[in-house]
């Protein structure tokens, strides 16, 4: 070894841990050394090729820790990226959504009369009024 290289060694400085760019992968106590295998889903692996055809898995494969959400029965894996799909959702509602305001804002047919306009108050006076058909709270103390 050169005495630059022993020099290099000897002013090293302690690795630091920088939390925002960690990338290994904690190991989980609760596995007990059961082996950590990847988040694949098996909808995403060759249809042909395995012992079971079905579950696309050959005799003797290490089960992931979640076979349940991994395996052929879990949930879809999307075929559309979140963001395109909340595009074109936002499209078909807003598609909806001005069909809706067409049909009543410009389908709608104006009215074929005016309404009719009545003199004095629109006749309340002359029909009974609002006046008429109040309690008369001095009557009803009466009654008792």
Known sequence: MSLLAVRRLAFRRPATISYSTFTQK????????????????????PPHGWWDIQMRRNFGDTM????????MWGPDIPHVPPATALKHFTVAVSGFVAFGFLCKYVLVPDRPAVPRQYPFDGLVKELGGIEETKANVGSLEEDD
């Open 64 to 71: 992931h820790e979640h076979e349940e959400m991994f395996s």
């Open 26 to 45: 904690e190991i989980d106590p609760q596995l007990n050394g059961y082996p950590q295998l990847p988040n694949d889903s098996k909808q995403s692996s």
